[in-house]
């Protein structure tokens, strides 16, 4: 299977689903542009094509010349490093110099390269090179960039390309342990917070989200205190950063998160050694914070609401002609599905973004959860059985799904693993589109299915099963809230000697 022809497939397909014929000619453009230039530049086998082109259509380079065509390769690479675009057609139209044939060779050349090449070797390394090159990748990123990915996963999915092009999931906490988000690597302070972040991952286990909670809180402090060029961090000092950043407009609850972090850090660094002092300059401050608010949740018919909201989405769409309609349906269902296991199976954020196609139980109908925490220092698995309702729209969702090379369970339209952010993005517009005024996060949902167990009778250890939580003095203060007509309700039903007195 050549390039040309997995192309012509793949655009076959999208004119089967509705695509309008403007764009299938712009991603039939975007892709020969993007082929053409790695495999005239990159690929292994370009001498033998160069030679494959016939003799008396090349005037000035001998066909047999090994040496001759390498020099020409380079003397192409080199000319790339300043254009702006990505055509090698107009490339070599712009340095007729780099081309020693006439223009019907340049053709034939051309031709050569753009439908001899097997889809196969097309390796990752060759898509990586066209992708990451400076000026010449402006016509390949953004939109362009999504083209290939299609494509590739078209090509992957029929087993025509050896190597997985599926994207994998990216946290952004990731980013904190990058050397550069802390400050520049000669920074005194920024490499003390790079030795504290390495003790919270290595020695106290912390996971990605915790590693990042105290990164972005001590980053402010660090980059202050190597501008300032500080040696030491006494008690005046630490007063002068907490008036700069309050002089900034950061709220009081704000700046008590940084003195939080900043305490086990300081702790750290006297303990040691890395710093000369002795005591600890947070203990000698206190910030008022505001009282935290409480986090929203739904109400049993506010939950129903947002249901039928989905419901009615899915069914508007139901029968796509149209590409645009068929995104839109897909997004419905999975959006449903998300919605279904944060409001009945009270599933974490980052537990649904970790998510796998094989974490999902089919014989056992039932999800295998990785709970928060640092995986690499321990495991924390446990299985949420999933009620008839959710497992229903799961698995409708997965029927639509497609994309079998990607791993990650929750994916957009294209293929790309859904980020948390992208999930609560969705949820919240969806939330918005029911015509509900409350701001719910997929965490207020969460709560907003502990709530609603509570209310219904589930006792305390039971939920704190179905959570996930380690201690149950967390459940009982955080997900447990119940109206005073709704405590006496379920005190009615479970307690044991209710109704004895009725007489």
């Not at 299609?150 to 999931?169: H, I, T």
């Not at 139901?318 to 944060?342: N, Q, W």
Request: glycine share 6%; aromatic share 8%.
């Amino acid at each position: 299977m050549t390039i040309r022809e997995a192309k012509e497939q793949y655009l076959s397909i999208l004119r089967q689903r509705g695509y309008a014929a403007m764009e299938i000619a712009r991603q039939d453009l975007l892709l020969r542009r993007c082929f053409q230039y790695v495999v005239a530049l990159h690929h292994p086998d370009i001498p033998r094509h160069l030679e494959s082109v016939e003799a008396e259509e090349i005037a000035g380079l001998t066909v047999t010349a090994h040496a001759a065509i390498g020099q020409f390769l380079e003397r192409l690479r080199n000319a790339t490093e300043s254009v702006r675009y990505l055509n090698l057609a107009a490339l070599l139209r712009e340095h007729p110099q780099l081309l020693p044939f006439d223009e019907r060779a340049m053709s034939s050349f051309l031709e050569s390269l753009g439908g001899a090449v097997n889809v196969q070797s097309i390796t990752e390394q060759l898509i990586e090179r066209i992708l990451h090159s400076p000026e010449r990748a402006l016509v390949v990123r953004g939109r362009g960039h999504t083209v290939m990915q299609a494509f590739l996963n078209f090509c992957f999915e029929r087993g025509w390309l050896e190597w997985n092009p599926q994207p994998g999931q990216r946290f952004t906490a990731q980013r904190v342990l990058e050397s550069d988000f802390l400050g520049t690597q000669e920074g005194r302070w920024a490499e003390h917070a790079r030795a504290y972040l390495q003790h919270l991952k290595d020695e106290r286990n912390l996971a990605l989200g915790g590693l990042d909670y105290y990164a972005r809180k001590l980053k402010p402090l660090v980059q202050w205190l190597d501008v300032e060029g500080s040696h030491d961090l006494q008690l005046s000092k630490l007063q002068a950063f907490i008036e700069y950043k309050r002089g900034q407009g950061v709220s009081e609850t704000t700046l008590s998160k940084y003195l939080h972090c900043i305490r086990p850090f300081l702790d750290f660094l006297i303990r040691t050694g890395r710093i000369r002092q002795r005591d600890n300059p947070v203990f000698g401050m206190r910030i008022r914070s505001q009282p935290s608010n409480r986090r929203q949740m739904l109400s049993e018919t506010e939950l129903k609401k947002l249901i039928d909201s989905l419901e009615a989405a899915i069914h508007a769409s139901a029968h796509p002609e149209e590409a645009a309609v068929a995104m839109m349906h897909f997004r419905a269902v999975r959006d449903l599905a998300l919605v279904l296991l944060f409001a009945l199976c009270g599933l974490r954020l980052s537990e649904v973004a970790r998510m796998r196609v094989e974490d999902v139980l089919g014989d056992k109908q039932a999800l295998r959860i990785s709970g928060k925490g640092n995986r690499q220092a321990r495991t924390k698995i446990r299985e949420v059985v999933v009620e008839r309702i959710s497992w229903r729209r799961l698995g409708d969702y997965l029927r639509l799904r497609g994309h079998r090379g990607q791993p990650y369970l929750w994916i957009s339209w294209s293929g790309r693993p859904l980020r948390p952010g992208g999930i609560n993005k969705a949820i919240h517009a969806r939330i918005t589109k029911a015509g509900l005024s409350a701001a719910v996060s997929p965490h207020g949902l969460r709560a907003t299915c502990a709530s609603l167990y509570v209310k219904n009778g589930m006792d305390p250890y039971s939920l704190k099963t179905l959570l996930g939580h380690e201690s149950l003095k967390t459940t009982m203060d955080h997900y447990t809230r119940l109206t005073e007509d709704q405590l006496r309700e379920v005190w009615k039903r479970s307690n044991p000697l209710a109704g004895c007195d009725d007489e």
